[in-house]
T-cell receptor
Framework: EPEVTQTPSHQVTQMGQEVILRCVPISNHLYFYWYRQILGQKVEFLVS????????KSEIFDDQFSVERPDGSNFTLKIRSTKLEDSAMYFCASEDRYTGELFFGEGSRLTVL | AQSVAQPEDQVNVAEGNPLTVKCTYSVSGNPYLFWYVQYPNRGLQFLLK??????LVKGSYGFEAEFNKSQTSFHLKKPSALVSDSALYFC????????????FGKGTRLSVIA
């Protein structure tokens, strides 16, 4: 069964450092998403991406965040200068447009010290 | 704007008993409704969805959910709980119209006691 894969599974970084989280969506999907979950709490929408541009973004997705699909396969989330409050689990998802179902990766746990 | 309410932070049930995890939603148009489960230190695993058709939806691991339009609810149910069902359960909704993102409830922690 096709799946969404994310790397790294866990990253520890110092405050102020840049972080890139990577995702490989399901190959025939066209809509991609990033969500964030702080410490087993609510899963929050960050950004959606279609046709090489952002479709929608939340208030959380400020100028420190960016997304891109550099090579037609990977879908990346970059945090330019990490803050302590960026510590969370970040989930990538891709969408089956026919069913509306989102398929989630296992997540990347980011710890900012 | 769409939203989801899961009124219970925690649900405790004895193994073998029926379980219900509650969810109500708000959307402008017609909803797509989903339930996801999260086991410790794992990602979000799809359980079931309602798009259209029968109001009673059956999903993975014996779970089912009933779409009730008048009550704007989509409660998750299982006739006989297992200890292995213990996990965090998320209800989610998106508006059928447009490319709206999936919005999650805050989650309900289910604890099944042997």
């Amino acid at each position: 069964e096709p799946e969404v894969t994310q790397t790294p599974s866990h990253q520890v970084t110092q405050m102020g450092q840049e972080v890139i989280l990577r995702c490989v969506p399901i190959s025939n999907h066209l809509y991609f998403y990033w969500y964030r979950q702080i410490l087993g709490q609510k899963v929050e929408f960050l950004v959606s991406f279609y046709n090489n541009e952002i479709s929608e973004k939340s208030e959380i997705f400020d100028d420190q965040f960016s997304v891109e699909r550099p090579d037609g396969s990977n879908f990346t989330l970059k945090i330019r200068s990490t803050k302590l409050e960026d510590s969370a689990m970040y989930f990538c998802a891709s969408e089956d447009r026919y069913t509306g179902e989102l398929f989630f990766g296992e997540g990347s746990r980011l710890t900012v010290l | 704007a769409q939203s989801v309410a899961q009124p219970e932070d925690q649900v405790n049930v004895a193994e073998g008993n029926p379980l219900t995890v509650k969810c109500t939603y708000s959307v402008s148009g017609n909803p797509y409704l989903f339930w996801y489960v999260q086991y410790p230190n794992r990602g979000l695993q799809f359980l079931l969805k309602y798009i259209t058709g029968d109001n009673l939806v059956k999903g993975s691991y014996g779970f089912e959910a009933e779409f009730n339009k008048s009550q704007t609810s989509f409660h998750l149910k299982k006739p006989s709980a297992l200890v292995s069902d213990s996990a965090l359960y998320f209800c989610a909704v998106r508006d059928i119209r447009g490319n709206t993102p999936l919005v999650f409830g805050k989650g309900t922690r289910l604890s099944v006691i042997a």
